[in-house]
């Protein structure tokens, strides 16, 4: 792990302010929905399947009572 985290300190707590790393996956021009090819009718089919799981888990806790 490389980089600088900043911290705040404040009445016995601390707060993180802010992450920076040379090596970061995080992109600007990957990570932006304005102007970009993205359909977002396509997130559906991911919130669907990874409700899956917890549907069938209702499913079995159903049968149980």
């Known amino acids: ?8 300190l404040y ?5 993180k ?5 040379p090596n970061s996956l995080y992109s600007t021009e990957l990570a ?3 102007e970009s090819d993205y359909d977002q ?3 559906a ?3 669907n399947l990874f409700g899956l799981p917890i549907q069938v888990q ?3 806790d159903a049968k149980k009572k």
């Open 11 to 15: 009445k016995g707590n601390i707060i």
């Open 32 to 34: 932006t929905f304005d």
């Open 45 to 47: 089919g991911f919130i």
């Open 58 to 60: 209702a499913k079995l």
């Open 1 to 8: 792990m490389t980089g600088t985290v900043k911290l705040k």
């Open 17 to 21: 302010a802010g992450v920076t790393s």
């Open 41 to 43: 009718t396509e997130a």
